[in-house]
């Protein structure tokens, strides 16, 4: 996956979502690329049981209101892959391509007791570099 080629995600705004100005509350934006990054995880390793890596930033830039009327569009890519960690980088879309927010994380693949870091390696580093 890369900008070309993105991981693509459909969301739809409920009305809890909504805060008292009614458009999607700022927090509500860290749900959907949860949401994301667990669809395009499966993706990329098929059936698991619990993320091999830990969330150890998030930064969002918002762009534009959405509301519970809009069909977002949640694409992400792989931007970077380091020894022991990678990013992503998502934009969320509403229809005709208003954007509403731009976003980038930065996931540290981790042991199984999560204690420790892991490198990325062999066939893992092959999908996330797309290579």
Same mark, same amino acid.
């Given at each position: 996956? @890369? ?32 949401? @994301? ?26 762009? @534009? *209101? ?8 949640? @694409? ?17 879309? *509403? ?7 731009? *976003? ?28």
């Amino acid at each position: 996956m @890369s900008r070309e080629n993105p991981f693509r995600l459909a969301v739809k705004p409920i009305w809890r979502d909504m805060d008292a100005l009614r458009h999607v509350n700022n927090a509500v934006y860290l749900t959907y690329l949860e949401n @994301s990054r667990e669809a395009w995880w499966k993706s990329v390793v098929g059936e698991y049981d619990m993320f091999p890596f830990t969330l150890a930033r998030i930064e969002i830039d918002y762009r @534009s *209101a959405a509301t519970w009327r809009d069909d977002l569009t949640v @694409s992400l890519w792989v931007s970077r892959v380091g020894t022991t960690s990678f990013d992503l980088t998502y934009e969320i879309d *509403a229809p005709e391509g208003r954007r509403c927010a731009d *976003a980038k994380s930065v996931l540290v693949m981790m042991n199984p007791g999560h204690t420790a870091t892991v490198a990325i390696e062999g066939e893992l580093r092959k999908r996330l570099t797309g290579a």
